[in-house]
T-cell receptor, first 114, second 114 residues
Framework: AQTVTQSQPEMSVQEAETVTLSCTYDTSESDYYLFWYKQPPSRQMILVIRQEAYKQQNATENRFSVNFQKAAKSFSLKISDSQLGDAAMYFCALHQTGANNLFFGTGTRLTVIP | DGGITQSPKYLFRKEGQNVTLSCEQNLNHDAMYWYRQDPGQGLRLIYYSQIVNDFQKGDIAEGYSVSREKKESFPLTVTSAQKNPTAFYLC?????????????FGPGTRLTVL
């Protein structure tokens, strides 16, 4: 069975500082993808970043980067130079190749303090 | 502009009534999904469809029904058999041509049972 765990229900960060959101997962598959989605107050889910399990290099998208530790089954999201618009719920998600859906964690609510 | 639309944004239902949530996409995606979001529980899969006229139950399908008569449309009916339907419902779609199943989400429908 596959599970995704986000152990931080809430996090806060000062504007312009860096914050890291944690995610661990469990899967018996060797081929999978990991995602971070952002859900702002509008509740529209937005893809932030994607990581392929077969790639050792950590994915980066502008101020967002991940620390993918495959052996530890860990997939944390680092947000640098935090902005007020980063305030949102962040969900970690797992997709196993050949499966039909995403498995989501319970989310981390990020507050950005001006 | 390509995207996913959901209607209505807010929906109120009396106990014992069936209601239908609309989901339309113009991304030419083959696969469509319905998720339910409750506080503290992340997103849970209700139903998904990979092709027209075919759909599969997700993790929490009881009390829900769907149809997929057109590629663009995937309506969800919340029946009176659903014991606790008050929740936020998200529709998503993805292209069958990618391995990583990147899903694009609609803006959601908030259903409240009175």
């Amino acid at each position: 069975a596959q599970t995704v765990t986000q152990s931080q229900p809430e996090m806060s960060v000062q504007e312009a500082e860096t914050v890291t959101l944690s995610c661990t997962y469990d899967t018996s598959e060797s081929d999978y993808y990991l995602f971070w989605y952002k859900q702002p107050p509008s509740r529209q889910m937005i893809l932030v970043i994607r990581q392929e399990a077969y790639k050792q290099q950590n994915a980066t998208e502008n101020r967002f980067s991940v620390n993918f530790q495959k052996a530890a089954k860990s997939f944390s999201l680092k947000i640098s130079d935090s902005q007020l618009g980063d305030a949102a719920m962040y969900f970690c998600a797992l997709h196993q190749t050949g499966a039909n859906n995403l498995f989501f964690g319970t989310g981390t609510r990020l507050t950005v303090i001006p | 502009d390509g995207g996913i639309t959901q209607s209505p944004k807010y929906l109120f239902r009396k106990e014992g009534q069936n209601v239908t949530l609309s989901c339309e996409q113009n991304l030419n995606h083959d696969a469509m999904y319905w998720y339910r979001q409750d506080p503290g529980q992340g997103l849970r899969l209700i139903y998904y469809s990979q092709i027209v006229n075919d759909f599969q139950k997700g993790d929490i399908a009881e009390g829900y029904s769907v149809s997929r008569e057109k590629k663009e449309s995937f309506p969800l009916t919340v029946t009176s058999a659903q014991k606790n339907p008050t929740a936020f419902y998200l529709c998503a779609s993805s292209s069958a041509g990618t391995e990583y199943n990147e899903q694009f989400f609609g803006p959601g429908t908030r259903l409240t049972v009175l």
